[in-house]
């Protein structure tokens, strides 16, 4: 199974704009690309899901280029609270089933 | 509103020891999934369930058993525990396969001595 790559960390401050990219060559035809936010001790919490374009919800977007083998988290403000670890997941093709992969994770740290 | 819950929070094991991580979910979903996480290597798929009565196998289910005798519970079972076997556990939920999970469980820190 290929790696789903992330940057390993990022730098923000407070109010800008922060856009996490996740590539994910092998990824299946038929699989959804979910982004999910983790803070210390806590389990993963879906933020955002999407299959090609452009989704957005009230936190964030992602965009999905059309060859879907990257994605990219947009937040579009940042605060204190957003400092955490972002987990992309995607299914990726192999044999009859699809095996659910998470990316290696980004940890975001946003300064005042 | 309990989502999905993961007992013990901690557990302490001696190598060889055998123990079972519940996990219970009050949204009637369908699809639940076992994750391990361990530093340097994010989370990893163990088990997973489509239904009651159907489970696979993940990324790394070697020394993991699993059931799904009900829509709410999704048991992991560790049958002769080892040290590579330290970790946090992760039971997962969502509605149905296509939709990845949805709500996660707070975890279960599991020390193997």
């Known amino acids: 199974l290929a790696k789903i790559t992330q940057p390993i960390s990022m730098d923000s401050y407070e109010g800008q704009e922060v856009n996490i990219t996740c590539s994910h060559n092998?990824?299946?035809?038929?699989?959804?690309i979910t982004w999910y936010q983790q803070f210390p001790s806590q389990g993963p919490r879906f933020i955002i899901q999407?299959?090609?374009t452009k989704v957005t919800n009230e936190v964030a977007s992602l965009f999905i280029p059309a060859d879907r083998k990257s994605s990219t988290l947009s937040l579009p403000r940042v605060s204190l609270s957003d400092t955490a670890v972002y987990y992309c997941?995607?299914?990726?093709?192999?044999?009859?089933?699809?095996?659910?992969?998470f990316g290696t994770g980004t940890l975001l740290a946003v300064q005042p | 509103n309990a989502g999905v819950t993961q007992t013990p929070k901690f557990q302490v094991l001696k190598t060889g020891q055998s123990m079972t991580l519940q996990c219970a979910q009050d949204m009637n979903h369908e699809y639940m999934s076992w994750y391990r996480q361990d530093p340097g290597m994010g989370l990893r798929l163990i088990h997973y369930?489509?239904?009651?009565?159907?489970?696979d196998q993940g990324e790394v289910p070697n020394g993991y058993n699993v059931s799904r005798s009900t829509t709410e519970d999704f048991p992991l079972r560790l049958l002769s525990a080892a040290p590579s076997q330290t970790s946090v556990y992760f039971c997962a939920s969502s509605y149905r396969r296509g939709n990845q999970p949805q709500h996660f469980g707070d975890g279960t820190r599991l020390s193997i001595l």
């Open positions: 997941l995607v299914g990726e093709r192999g044999g009859a089933t699809n095996k659910l992969i």
């Open positions: 999407g299959y090609k």
């Open positions: 369930s489509v239904g009651a009565g159907i489970t």
């Open positions: 092998n990824i299946a035809t038929n699989d959804y």
